[in-house]
């Protein structure tokens, strides 16, 4: 049986979001495999495919938005926001800065967050989950509650193991593991 996890990679492969190589990595890491996740993400299927399949695994966590730290966690943000209203249950969308704006409202969090909100964190990629902990401490600042870290790529470096090890719910799509495996997580 063919998944939504199963057909995204397919289209990640189809896309060039995987890829095989040298990289270095946002934390200076050096790795032979790299996932980059906006070829998948800005694709149009495979935004819509995103938006599903995370719409479908917040389903029943009570989130009512949804979002993370830019880059990444943007167009996977706004496509499932968008697959949250077309099926009636809208969830509100929101973006994190890496630094406060200098200028106008001078806000670190941008979009229609109100404090005590309950939230679902979302990133293309996680590797030690260092963008995706950025965006929990600004959300938990703010008294929101995470009730769901998804990630579309778990590399399996200890970013998703240390999520689940501090208490959060946190669900990859795919697994990206070390020896360049790459396997559909097995949804309910």
């Keep these: 049986m063919n998944t939504p996890a199963d057909s995204l990679i397919e289209l990640a492969k ?3 979001a995987i890829k095989f190589g040298e990289f270095t990595l946002a934390s200076g890491a050096k790795s032979n495999r790299y996932f980059e996740g906006k070829l998948l993400t800005l694709h ?5 495919r995103v938006g599903e399949a995370i719409f479908d695994i917040l389903e029943g966590s009570g989130a009512q938005a949804i ?3 830019i880059l990444g966690a943007i167009p996977i943000a706004t496509a499932v926001s968008i697959i949250s209203h077309k099926r009636g249950n809208a969830l509100l ?7 406060p704006k200098e200028h106008g409202a001078k806000k670190l969090i941008e979009g229609p967050l109100e404090p ?3 939230v679902a964190i979302v990133d293309d990629v996680v590797t ?12 938990e600042n703010m008294n929101c509650r995470v009730v769901k870290v998804v990630a579309i790529v778990d590399r399996h470096e200890g970013g998703g193991d240390k999520l689940i090890a501090d ?3 946190f669900v990859p799509l795919i697994h990206f593991y070390p020896d360049g ?3 559909a997580n097995k949804l309910p």
């Design 116 to 118: 005590g909100m309950r």
């Design 44 to 48: 149009p299927e495979g935004a819509c």
């Design 167 to 169: 208490g959060y719910d």
């Design 67 to 69: 979002g993370g730290l």
């Design 181 to 183: 495996t790459v396997q």
């Design 93 to 99: 969308a929101f973006m994190v800065r890496e630094s």
């Design 14 to 16: 189809k896309t060039g």
């Design 128 to 139: 030690r989950g260092g963008s995706v902990y950025k965006a929990i401490e600004a959300v």
